[in-house]
Every structure is written in C-alpha cells, then in structure tokens.
C-alpha cells in the first residue's frame, strides 16, 4: 500500500508561485495515474489535476496555463507547479490515486493566496 506525503504548501501573494510535491513509498509508484485535489472552506473536493504513469495530463479549465503536474518515477514523487495564483485558489491541496477501488490520500498542504 502506498503512504502519499504532502509538501510545499504556504502563504503566498496573489499573482505569485508555489510548486507542491507528493512523495509516495512503494515499489508500484510508476504504474498509478496520480492525481491533485483541492477542498476550499466550505466547498466539495475537487480534482485539479492528474497524470498517467505514461506521463498524459489533464487539467481543470480554471488552472489551465497556469498549473502543471508532472513525475519522477525514479524518486516516486508528483509534482504540482502552481503559477499566477489567485485567492480563489485557497485551499487544502492533496495528492491521490485509486487502487482495487479504493481511494488513497496524502494528509493534504494549505495553500493560501492571500495580499
């Protein structure tokens, strides 16, 4: 079973930049799709972005230009580059993936886009 930490998360003025990582243990790392999730106060949780063990993307519409997610499988980690951030990015940001059904989650980063 793989274990996901969390990591890069902070304070950070809008417009500014923050990248998050997820290191995960297991030797199985480079098969799983992973994905990042964002949960606002107040707000469902939602998926921001994810990446194949082939290294294919998908995006919310709304970070579009602005995130990127990529992978080293040599290091087990994903990575979440955040750009041009703005307050409605506030959140709690937290790594992922599904194993035989079953959702696994990091314990989750807060970010903070805030003047």
């Known amino acids: 079973q793989v274990q996901l930490v969390e990591s890069g998360g902070g304070l950070v003025q809008p417009g500014g930049s923050l990248r998050l990582s997820c290191a995960a243990s297991?030797?199985?790392?480079?098969?799983?799709?992973m994905d990042w999730y964002r949960q606002a106060p107040g707000k469902q949780r939602e998926l921001v972005a994810s990446?194949?063990?082939?290294?294919?993307?998908n995006y919310k519409d709304s970070v579009k230009g602005r995130f990127a997610i990529s992978r080293d499988n040599a290091k087990n980690t994903v990575y979440l580059q955040m750009n041009s951030l703005k307050p409605d990015d506030t959140a709690v940001y937290y790594c992922?993936?599904?194993?035989?059904?079953?959702?696994?989650w990091g314990q989750g980063t807060q970010v903070t886009v805030s003047s």
């Open positions: 992922h993936y599904q194993l035989l059904g079953s959702d696994y």
């Open positions: 990446i194949t063990s082939g290294g294919s993307t």
């Open positions: 297991g030797s199985m790392f480079r098969i799983y799709t």
